[in-house]
C-alpha cells in the first residue's frame, strides 16, 4: 500500500519570505499523480497544485511550485512570497493511476501546519 | 456552483445515539468519497461511490458505520450507535472521472459524540 509521509509536523516563515513543506511517498507505481492541499482554520481543504508523474516538468501555480523528484519519491511545495493568508494545514497527497478497483482513493499524508509571522 | 454540501456542520449527540451526516456532491460528478479526520490518524478513507454504487469500503471502521448514495445527488453516512472515539471531522468529496483532478470537498461535519 501507498504511504505518505510529512516529516515537518510545524512550519513557520515571516511574511513575504519563501518556505518549503516537504513530502516524500512510498510506491511501486510508475504511475501516479500527486497533490497539494491547503487547510485553513476555516476546515475546507482546498486544492493548491498537482503533479503528474510522468511529466518532468514541476507545475507551478502562481506563488506555489513544486520539486518533484521522482526517483528519490520527493514532492515538496514551496511557496513563494508568503502570506498571512497562506496560514494553514498543508497536506500532501497521493493517487494512483491504474484504473483498477479502489485505486481513485486518496492517501494523504499527516500534514504540516503552516504559521507566517507579519 | 455551490460546491460540494455538507450537513449539519456540527453535531453534538450522546453515546449510543444514530447520528447521521449528509452530503449533496457537485452536479454531474461520478464519484463521492466519504473521509474522517483525527488529530491522531488524519484523513482516512471511509468509502467511494462510482455512479452512486459503493466501490470500496474497506475503510468503514465496523458495523455500526453504513453508508448510502440512493441518487446522485445526495448520500448519507450513519452512525448507529455512535460511540466517544467516533468524534471527528467527517468529510465528503466528489470528483469527475477520471480523478487525477483531486477531489472538491465539503466543509466537513464536526461531530462530537458525549
Known amino acids: 500500500a501507498q504511504t505518505v509521509t510529512q516529516s515537518q509536523p510545524e512550519m513557520s516563515v515571516q511574511e513575504a519570505e519563501t518556505v518549503t513543506l516537504s513530502c516524500t511517498y512510498d510506491?511501486?507505481?510508475?504511475?501516479?499523480?500527486l497533490f497539494w492541499y491547503k487547510q485553513p482554520p476555516s476546515r475546507q481543504m482546498i486544492l493548491v497544485i498537482r503533479q503528474e508523474a510522468y511529466k518532468q516538468q514541476n507545475a507551478t501555480e502562481n506563488r506555489f511550485s513544486v520539486n518533484f523528484q521522482k526517483a528519490a519519491k520527493s514532492f515538496s511545495l514551496k511557496i513563494s512570497d508568503s502570506q498571512l493568508g497562506d496560514a494553514a494545514m498543508y497536506f500532501c497527497a497521493y493517487r494512483s493511476a491504474m484504473s483498477q478497483g479502489g485505486s481513485e482513493k486518496l492517501v494523504f499524508g499527516k500534514g504540516t501546519k503552516l504559521t507566517v509571522n507579519p | 456552483d455551490a460546491g460540494v454540501i455538507q450537513s449539519p456542520r456540527h453535531e453534538v449527540t450522546e453515546m449510543g445515539q444514530e447520528v447521521t451526516l449528509r452530503c449533496k456532491p457537485i452536479s454531474g460528478h461520478d464519484y463521492l468519497f466519504w473521509y474522517r479526520q483525527t488529530m491522531m490518524r488524519g484523513l482516512e478513507l471511509l468509502i467511494y461511490?462510482?455512479?452512486?454504487?459503493?466501490?470500496?469500503d474497506s475503510g468503514m471502521p465496523e458495523d455500526r458505520f453504513s453508508a448510502k448514495m440512493p441518487n446522485a445527488s445526495f448520500s448519507t453516512l450513519k452512525i448507529q450507535p455512535s460511540e466517544p472515539r467516533d468524534s471527528a471531522v467527517y468529510f465528503c468529496a466528489s470528483s469527475l472521472y477520471p480523478v487525477n483532478y483531486g477531489y472538491t470537498f465539503g466543509s466537513g461535519t464536526r461531530l462530537t459524540v458525549v
Open positions: 510506491t511501486s507505481e510508475s504511475d501516479y499523480y
Open positions: 461511490f462510482n455512479n452512486n454504487v459503493p466501490i470500496d
